[in-house]
């Protein structure tokens, strides 16, 4: 159920935050957005903000009444979103990946986001240059998003690449490892869904996915050969 917003003190839409930081100890909440009343944040992009709970988002319980709409929420150095007490959160259509301390923690009724929600590396441009926008690959383009809506701060897709963790073939974020290469067999050989970011596919990075990166990757996975590369 979406929040009652009537009234509200604030609308945030198409920023990015990016390497903010609060205090990583006692109440050390919002690395990005401490929020109380009322307060709409949409199509937003956090990215890498650290705080002892909360980087993205920590909702206040005193008067916090957030809805978070179309917003990816990753790569944050504790959790993502945090709630305090009675505050309130409702989320529609955003992504959350990579949040090491959890990606919504306290007081939220998780169960209230189910299938509203996708677990996806948003496959940015180059983060590298704090540059978000989308891979063509990206599970947040309009195209490939579950609302047909985009998600996060950008709504086109500026480039092809999508390399950021070479032999990852399913893109779950980890590997290279056994899974990897069971896809990768499954997606060549025997029908199975297709590769999610094809240059993490191509382990030997020689710009075919083929027979031989299975074999590379079998060989850095269990034999200690070279690691796979990005094209
Ligand atoms: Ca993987
Ligand atoms: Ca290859």
Redo the contacts with the bound molecule.
């Keep these: 159920m979406s929040s009652d917003l009537s009234g509200r003190l604030a609308t945030i839409e198409y920023c990015a935050f990016y390497q903010n930081k609060a205090r990583t100890t006692g109440t050390g909440y919002g690395g990005a957005l401490r929020l109380e009343g009322r307060t709409l944040v949409r199509h937003s992009t956090f990215f890498r903000n650290t705080a002892g709970e909360g980087c993205g988002v920590s909702v206040s319980g005193d008067s916090g009444i957030v809805a978070i709409e179309n917003c990816n929420i990753t790569f944050n150095a504790n959790s993502g979103i945090q709630v305090l007490g009675t505050g309130n959160l409702s989320m529609e259509c955003s992504n959350l990946y990579d949040n090491t301390g959890g990606h919504i923690v306290g007081t939220a009724d998780t169960s209230d986001y189910t299938g509203r929600l996708i677990f996806e590396d948003p496959l940015f441009c180059d983060t590298a240059n704090a540059d978000f926008t989308l891979s063509s690959f990206s599970p947040c383009t309009m195209d490939s998003s579950p609302c047909d809506l985009y998600i996060g701060q950008y709504y086109m897709s500026a480039c092809d690449y999508c390399c950021n963790?070479a032999?990852?073939?399913?893109?779950?974020?980890?590997?290279?490892?056994l899974?990897?290469i069971q896809?990768l067999t499954n997606a060549l050989f025997l029908g199975g869904p297709a590769i999610p970011c094809p240059e993490e596919g191509d382990a030997n990075g020689n710009g075919n996915v083929d027979m031989i990166d299975v074999q590379y990757l079998v060989n850095a996975v269990f034999h200690g050969g070279p690691a796979p590369v990005c094209p």
């Design positions: 963790l032999g990852d073939v399913n893109n779950d974020g980890f590997g290279p490892d899974i990897d896809y």
